[in-house]
């Protein structure tokens, strides 16, 4: 680490002010304090004092979603190889049999499945990264700010809400259109009030349905089509889905076919759960988040329906299947986009979960909720902000009042 820190400290006046690379200073910037914290202070009092920083919480974000990456790689590599197997394919027909033929494509074999994934998961991240890093330095360079770590969030969970076989110059235009439209022309990170990542997801869905839904997409096959479990019990019901030999524990564990990080419930609540201890993401938005789900679904239970299978679906199921579990750990949380204030937080998740589930029984086009969901209650939200910050000064002049009399 010591050369690291002399090679920065020796190309310093070269990016500094008047140096040959003035103008490329926010890059300098971005590797010195991926490395090092920053040696700045605040002369002036008052201030903060911290250990954590806001690049050390985007590093903490990074860190959680690797459950997620792991498992969703293996499993990518193994809905792959299994169909390969049934359609009696014996190798890929691309540029990944390269590396594929010395691990082969046995659906048993858990190296051969990871391999095989990373080789369609890492393609998408590189994209996201190095387009999405692009458009960071270059409105970092046009404003002479430091360019801000949000980015590696903001890459990485795009990349896992994808299906695995995306054509990379949709997932350049994807994450363009998140970065650009939803965070960097209201002022970058901080100041954005929508998902940047789910600004680029619904960009892709609306723009491309054909690469983003449907039967075909989810598993890097050629020639294989099959619906996720959220599209089988969209149309059949929990009938459909135990009649496709498909388990909960499936679901849980993130054996089914899916966007590539957003299969393994599992993994991701062992992201999400770091994320609570360290307190980067809120608990409340959490739970408020599971509590609205489980209230709106018990309403469809209680109910229920003869025409529409999906009321019958049992809460747990809803947690596991689809998006949700990601949608709940790593997007709703979001600090940024969501409530700042406690009550805030647990209405905003509240709100989350109920409209995720109301549009997925309802809505006989769109069974996959969150990613609107979220994106509406970060519309919303500093207008619950606003309701309960006036709630707590009514409340406070009628304690006032009442002291006084």
């Known amino acids: 680490m010591a050369g690291i820190r002399n090679f920065l400290d020796q190309v310093h006046p070269l990016f500094a002010k008047g140096g040959k690379f003035e103008k490329f200073y926010a890059v300098y910037e971005m ?58 394919q014996a190798q890929v027909e691309n540029w990944r049999h390269i590396v594929l033929h010395y691990f082969g494509y046995d659906p048993d074999n858990y190296v051969a499945n990871f391999v ?8 998408i991240y590189m994209t996201t990264f190095i387009v999405g890093g692009l458009w960071e330095v270059l409105f970092a360079a046009v404003r002479n700010h430091e360019v801000n770590e949000g980015f590696f969030v903001t890459s990485i969970l795009f990349s896992l809400i994808l299906p695995p076989d995306l054509p990379l ?64 019990a969209k149309l059949e019901g929990m009938a459909g889905v135990e009649q496709a030999g498909i388990s909960w524990m499936q679901t849980f564990l993130g054996m089914e076919q899916g966007s590539i990080g957003e299969v393994s419930a599992a993994a991701i609540f062992l992201g999400g759960a770091f994320l609570m201890i360290t307190g980067v993401a809120s608990y409340r938005i959490v739970f408020g988040v599971l509590i609205g789900m489980i209230a709106m679904t018990v309403v469809f239970n209680v109910l ?48 989350i979960g109920a409209v995720t589930i109301l549009i997925r ?45």
């Open 304 to 351: 229920g329906s003869d025409s529409n299978p999906m009321s019958s679906m049992p809460w747990y199921w809803h947690l596991t299947i689809g998006g949700f579990a990601f949608g709940m750990m790593f997007m709703a949380t979001d600090p940024v986009s969501a409530t700042m204030t406690d009550a805030g937080r647990w209405i905003y998740g509240a709100l």
């Open 116 to 123: 095989h994934g990373l080789l369609y998961w890492v393609p």
């Open 169 to 232: 110059w949709q997932v350049a235009l994807g994450v363009s259109f998140g970065v650009v439209i939803g965070k960097e022309i209201f002022g970058g990170t901080g100041k954005n009030f929508l998902n940047p990542a789910l600004v680029g997801r619904a960009f892709l869905y609306f723009a491309y349905p054909a690469q983003m839904s449907g039967d075909a997409v989810w598993t890097a096959a050629d020639g294989w089509s099959s619906a996720t479990t959220l599209g089988i």
């Open 31 to 88: 590797v010195d304090t991926f490395f090092y914290s920053p040696s700045d202070t605040t002369r002036g009092a008052p201030h903060v004092r911290d250990a954590i920083d806001l690049k050390r919480v985007m590093i903490y974000v990074w860190m959680a979603t690797f459950p997620a990456v792991i498992i969703g790689c293996w499993n990518v590599g193994f809905q792959a190889n299994s169909a390969m197997e049934a359609l009696g």
């Open 361 to 405: 029984v309802v809505n006989p086009a769109y069974p996959e909720t969150i990613m609107l969901a979220i994106l509406f209650a970060n519309i919303v939200a500093p207008l619950i902000d606003y309701g309960v910050m006036r709630s707590n000064i009514a409340r406070r002049q009628r304690r006032t009042a009442a002291q006084i009399a």
